[in-house]
């Protein structure tokens, strides 16, 4: 499970647009790759200089630029002065702690959103962030992590010519990888959604204090969910609604509703599942609580049928000398007799009354 909140106190002090990486420290070069395509022609390769990167920005073509790993200050700083992002959005770039947003900065947005991936070994959620750069004719994606991304499919349609994507413009390919993002939320959410069923079965079954520490698990899962998808709905909103014209065509933004929904979508579920996993804390502490009222029923019902049969043995052992009974040849037999009916009679009364 990643953290909530990562350490910032190395960048205490320092002024704004200052460049320091936020996060999870690699050792790993940086990754570029370029894919520049149009209707007709397409052209991928992995960039080894960012002296390729210059004349990408000028071209007719749609030209999609994918950073992975955003560790190595210097190379991204290069990468921002060549296409001239703002000082602000690359410090937002390295700073991996951001929360989702949008910024329009007339030339080109700056979008920011986390990728979400389920470890099935661990039974968790990986995240990282994913910054994306849109402008007239290119897409730039930033990723933190290097071990692999979503973003696959999208890449075979490019390369195969499916669908629209290689007629439509960068707008429309910012939109295909928000939205590819934004469907594995379900794949996470159905993940989740099993771990929270076998949950149930445990509770109703056999609660003990592992299901406890698997439902506070999820219920953490919960509130970074919640934290980075809640505000993914603001930023699709803004796009959907046409704030920045030029960038976004009429066309990309009745898909973007799409989006929209599906976020919405999410977020609905999230909530669902919040309520679902605080209600099961509440049963398993109520199915405790009855555990342990059970135990004491049974054994209030024990020290109450021991309680005249101590009573009769504590009289006959006080071994006063004018006590008749003691010389009775058949007494002890006798007393064993009523205790054994004492303790009978007060069981089948406690059943009568369903007590026991």
Same mark, same amino acid.
């Given at each position: ?106 030339? /080109?947005?700056?979008? =920011? ?10 039974? %968790? $959620?990986?995240? !990282?962030?994913? +910054? ?122 009745? /898909?973007?509703?799409? =989006? ?10 999230? %909530? $669902?599942?919040? !309520?679902?996993? +605080? ?78």
């Amino acid at each position: 499970m990643p953290k909530l909140i990562k350490k910032r106190s190395k960048k205490s002090g320092l002024p704004p647009g200052s460049l320091i990486h936020i996060g999870e420290k690699r050792v790993e070069a940086v990754k570029i790759t370029v894919l520049d395509y149009d209707e007709t022609q397409l052209h991928e390769e992995e960039i080894k200089s960012l002296d390729r990167c210059i004349p990408l920005k000028d071209k007719p073509t749609v030209t999609w630029i994918n950073v992975e790993g955003v560790h190595q200050v210097d190379v991204l700083e290069k990468l921002g002065n060549c296409f001239g992002l703002h000082p602000l959005i690359m410090e937002d770039i390295l700073n991996t702690d951001q929360r989702p947003k949008m910024e329009d900065f007339g030339g /080109y947005i700056y979008i =920011v959103l986390k990728m979400l991936s389920y470890n099935d070994k661990r039974k %968790e $959620i990986a995240a !990282e962030q994913i +910054s994306l750069v849109l402008g007239n004719n290119f897409v730039i994606s930033f990723q933190e992590g290097i071990e692999g991304d979503v973003f696959n499919p999208i890449r075979e349609r490019i390369r195969g010519d499916k669908g629209r994507i290689r007629k439509m413009g960068a707008d429309y390919l910012a939109y295909n990888l928000l939205d590819i993002i934004v469907d594995n939320y379900f794949v996470i959410l159905e993940r989740l959604g099993e771990d929270i069923e076998s949950i149930e079965e445990e509770l109703v079954k056999n609660p003990a204090k592992e299901t406890l520490q698997k439902i506070h698990t999820l219920k953490r899962e919960m509130i970074f969910l919640r934290k980075a998808v809640w505000p993914l709905r603001e930023v699709i909103s803004r796009m959907e609604r046409g704030d920045s014209p030029f960038l976004i065509n009429e066309i990309t933004r009745i /898909y973007l509703r799409d =989006v929209y929904d599906h976020a919405i979508q999410v977020i609905d579920t999230i %909530e $669902i599942f919040r !309520e679902m996993l +605080s209600g099961m804390l509440d049963i398993y502490l109520s199915s405790i609580s009855n555990r342990l009222n059970e135990v004491m029923k049974v054994l209030t019902i024990i020290a109450t049928i021991f309680m005249p049969l101590t009573f009769i043995a504590g009289i006959y052992g006080m071994n006063f000398k004018n006590m008749p009974e003691l010389e009775w040849r058949w007494g002890y037999l006798v007393v064993l007799f009523i205790m054994a009916a004492v303790g009978g009679l007060m069981v089948v009364y406690f059943k009568r009354k369903k007590w026991l």
